[in-house]
């Protein structure tokens, strides 16, 4: 479990203390924007693929508890997981890559963005715990930990990258959105509009889902996911 272990620690690390804090803004004036950006992406696809292999190379453990009473929450998550990764990535963004030039528009926040500006980190959230009840042991706690920590915790560093690159501008964003799903729409700063979230993207959150539940899973993964 060392492997895991340290491997998690790299791929959260490097998010959480150089993707959002004032050390990357010291490399990109070093560096410039692009190869910045070029270097970032390697050790990142670099820690994921060593985080997967660390991961599929331990030795199996003993369960901590049984799951199998919780079927109906594992299903019902990952349902929410893939539409929230499906709807957010295929929705322009203020948090996403180039997607900066919203911020300026008449109104940035809508579709799944007026429910909250991080879907996709959230389906990955959604998606690492529930991974985490169904693999209730040491390897798994470290492997899908790490990755709900990121999915956590990252947002915090994404918005204070955007607050110091774009500062009234995405003020004004953050002010009509939240990071907690729901929050900014109890709190009366925005509304739901189920109409913009698009009915293609909800039909695709639906079909990846019922492709690796009956299929793509065991074929990826040779596990059943039923």
């Not at 959230?122 to 899908?144: K, T």
């Not at 999915?151 to 501008?169: Q, T, V, W, Y």
């Not at 959105?177 to 009366?188: D, M, R």
Request: proline fraction near 5%; glycine fraction near 12%; hydrophobic fraction near 55%.
């Amino acid at each position: 479990m060392l492997w895991i272990l340290l491997a998690g620690i790299f791929f959260v690390g490097i998010h959480l203390l150089i993707a959002g804090t004032t050390v990357r803004d010291r490399l990109v004036a070093r560096l410039g924007e692009q190869a910045y950006m070029g270097l970032f992406s390697l050790l990142s696809i670099g820690g994921l693929v060593w985080l997967c292999w660390a991961w599929s190379a331990s030795d199996p453990a003993a369960p901590w508890w049984s799951w199998l009473s919780l079927k109906p929450v594992v299903w019902v998550g990952m349902f929410l997981a893939f539409q929230l990764a499906a709807i957010g990535l295929t929705t322009r963004s203020p948090t996403a890559a180039g997607g900066e030039a919203l911020l300026r528009s008449d109104e940035p926040a809508t579709g799944i963005l007026r429910i909250t500006r991080h879907p996709f980190l959230w389906g990955v959230a959604l998606w690492g715990g529930v991974h985490l009840l169904v693999n209730p042991d040491g390897p798994a706690f470290l492997f899908f930990g790490a990755l709900l920590s990121l999915a956590l915790l990252g947002p915090r560093s994404i918005d204070a990258k955007r607050a110091r690159r774009h500062g009234e501008a995405w003020e004004r964003f953050a002010a009509k959105t939240s990071n907690l799903p729901f929050a900014a729409i109890v709190a009366g700063r925005n509304r739901l509009v189920v109409g913009e979230l698009g009915a293609w993207r909800v039909a695709l959150g639906l079909a990846l889902y019922l492709g690796f539940l009956f299929g793509l899973h065991p074929l990826l993964f040779g596990v059943p996911a039923l």
